[in-house]
Structures are given as C-alpha cells and as structure tokens.
C-alpha cells in the first residue's frame, strides 16, 4: 500500500466514521451494498498497520464495528457512518462498484469538494492529510505531538468515542490538539479559583440554561470531543447545548446521536437537548444558525443566508454585531438575535447596542463559543421555558423569550465602561458612528440591502479602541508614524442586494460582480 493510499485510507476512514453521510435512499439497503465489500477489514487493516503501538488497539477495533449499530436520523445524517453524501463525494457509487473502498470512491472528492470549504480556505480532510504525511515523514514532529496526543487520550479516556477522537486531534493542526489538551487540564483548575458568582449556573423556575453556541472536531480549528463537551456542559448545570460548526451539520448529527446513547447509560440528563446547528459564512460575515436540519451553504449574501435559514423554520443570529457594518446590517435584516462577544472593541460597541430601541427586538445572547471542551457552558442563556423539549426551546427563542446570563463576561463589560477608557473609546467611536451613517446613506440611494466599505484608518481606530491598543496608537501618533495622520483612502466598498453583490476593491484594483444560486 503506497503512502498516498495510506494517508487518503486513513483520513477518509476516519473522518467518514464519525462525519460521513449517505442518502436516505440506500438505508435500506444491506450494509456491504453501502459500504462496498471488505471496506471494514480494509480500514480496520490500514489503521492497525500503521498504529501498531496504538494503546488498546482492540479498543479502536471495536469502536469501528460498534458503528454499523447506528441508525438513520435524517436524510444528511451519516446513519450507518460509511456513507458519503452526494454532496462531499459526486462519485460516491457503491452499488455500481461494490468492490471499492471509500478511499477509491471519495479520495478525491473529499480533498477538493467544494461543500466541505470553512471560511472559503480550510478543508478539514485536506488538512488532516496534510498533518498525516507531516507525521508520518518527520520524526521530530513526531516527537513533539505524539505527547500531547498521549495527554488527549488520557483525558478522554472514560469516553467510548477517545479513539476517535485522539486520531482526529492528532490530525488537526499542533495548535487546536494543544489548546484543548491545556483548556480541559486548566478549566476545572481556573473554575475553582474564580468567585462562583462568575462560574456557577443559576435558573429559576421556568428557565432553562442553554449554551447556544459550542464547536466541535467536525471545524477545522476545534478538536473539542462530542462526548466531552456534551459531559461538562451537563456538569455545570446546563440542559440544553447547539453544537454549530463551521459550514457544516455533521458535527451537531453527531452529538445527537451521542447524547441519546450517554442518556440511554445515564452519563446524561434524560431531557438534555442538543440543539442543531450551523456557522454559515455569508460574504460579509458570519451567521449563527440554530434548528436547522440541512446545510445552509457558505458564500450567500447575507439577506439570502438569512432567507435559507428562515425557509427551514430555523434562527438567524449575527455573531459579530460589533464590527464595522453589523450594526446596520442587525437593523436593516430580519435577524432573531446577535451574540455578545468579549473582544474589547466588540463589547464596547455592543454595549451601547443593547441600549439602542432600534434594536430591542433582537436579543443579545451570550454563549461559550467553546472551541475546547473544557470552555463548554459558561457563559450561556436562560430560556423562559414551562417544558424541557427542542420544539418548546424553538418557540421560546423565537418569541425572543430569553435572556443573556452568567457574570463570566462581567469584567469586560466592566473594563469597556472604565471611565478613562470609555470616554477614549466613545470619542473613536464617532468615527464608525460616520462609517455607519456612510454605509446607510449610500445604501439607500442606490437600493441596496446593505453596504460595507473600509478606509485605512478601520485598522488603526479600531485597535486603540482595544484595551491595550490606546497607548501604542498615541505613542505612533506622537512619533508621527500613524495612518491617521494621513488621508483616509478607500479600501474596499462592497453592495449587496438579495442574492448578488457588487463592489470595488482598491487593494487589488478589481471591480466585481457575484451571485450564488442554491437549488
């Protein structure tokens, strides 16, 4: 078996039996028609011979068989898990090659699929490939990972799923397998010494805490483990989680069917919900979907990303309300809700926000964003809910009945109303307060749902506006080396109507013209 093969068994094996997916038509059929004769053994062959030294080797064997119990949820879910949706792999065909393996059906699809694209760069497959071929070539690399994925699997290790889920976080960048590794050693430790007016959770009667917002290894930039995260949410006292990823649902498919398996072991609450959902990465930023049941592709406008969430009875949130344009776009666009954010430069923004009446009929939430499992449940929201079930929640939320809870974001709130740096950050704030009215004005004359323009003074208002960035931009202004010292040039301006946009990019000299067509 060459490398290549290797790599494309071992990412596509792995990734397919937590993340594949397989039409609803074939889940009828038998699984050796699905799956193409031998491809168990094939993997099964492929993983032993290259993780010989893999502890309880016959604990990962019997993970990989224990999947072929699963049973379909929905049309995308990955059901019997050796599946491939038409949608990542146009080749998938095992009737027509029932001799064929995944690798030779998807090994290509999986790598250049443009469906399976987060932020419009990063492929997980691609990128776990990537990582392989690192490891499996570099000894020092080697040397180097191997004790961080030792130290995951420790932590994992009363899981069924820390196999999986160490081969997973082995093949992610070094960066997310050690910032889970650290988030899951540090949490509990740093929980113990925070006041436990900031890390406890509160809910009265009537109110159901709900963390509306967590990652899982399905984003490229996560290695947050399903169960885990799952397990820690519960053991802070939230019921109810929405696994969002980025560009795609398997993650939240997942964590479904593995909440009802730990329920079924009483490892969770019987009334715990997990919430489905989805990052969409719209042209202009991204957008929260909760209570969505089929993927909502990247790369709409904003107006038509929200139209395909609301199409399937789901919730549209804008993350990133503070950032130069969300307040206009959180006014002119039907969104449910926007999330709070603890950078200091958002916060700041946000704030005066949640005093504004144009916007009190869209709630500010506030969520983990837990990228490590760790991280999971704190801060979160309390739903004004009488019963316990994802339709009530559904309801609830769109009724706006909710509120943002947990004190854990109460310092920043705290810092970005300091006096000193408040009146420093609300004089520079004028100047998005003249972006905005820039935006609205333009956007009006020309019919356009929205506008996004940049100066190159964005950058440099926008850092001093931070909490560290004030003393460094008056030292440049000082010193004479700062671009505010010299005529704000456009950087791009950008409109966008409901389902294309047309803009001006000043740094490559490009006018452009796109659309994006679903069907």
Known sequence: MTTRSVVAMMVGAVLAVCFGKMPAAQADMPREAVVGEGFLADVSDCIGDRLEKWPRREGLEALLAEHRAVQLERPLDSGLSWGASPLYCPHYWPTLYPGANLDELCGRDFYESPALYQRGTQNPFVIAREQFQQLWEDAEERRERLPWGAAFAALHRDGDEWATDTILAMLKRPQYLRTEVVADIAAPIVARLLPESLTQVAAGEGQVPVDVRVFSNVSYDSAASVERT?????????????????????????????????????KLPPDFVVIPGEVVCSHVGPVLALFVDDPVPDGMTMAATLQAIHDQGGLAYLVHPGEPGGPERLERLPFDGYLLQPDMFEMFRTLFMMNDPRYADKPALTASNALASGTAGLPYVLVECERLSPDALQQALRERKVTAAGALYLPWMALASFRPMARGARLLNHYFDLHRWAEHTLARKIGAGTISLSTSWDAEVREMMRRNGMPDGIRDLLAGSSPLLRRPRLGYVVAEYSWFRVGYDRGTDTAFLEASVTW
């Open 230 to 266: 799952l397990k820690v949410a519960a053991g802070r006292g939230i019921r109810a989680v929405a696994v969002a990823d980025r560009g795609r649902l398997d993650g939240a498919q997942l964590a479904r069917r593995t909440a009802e398996r730990l329920k079924a072991e009483g």
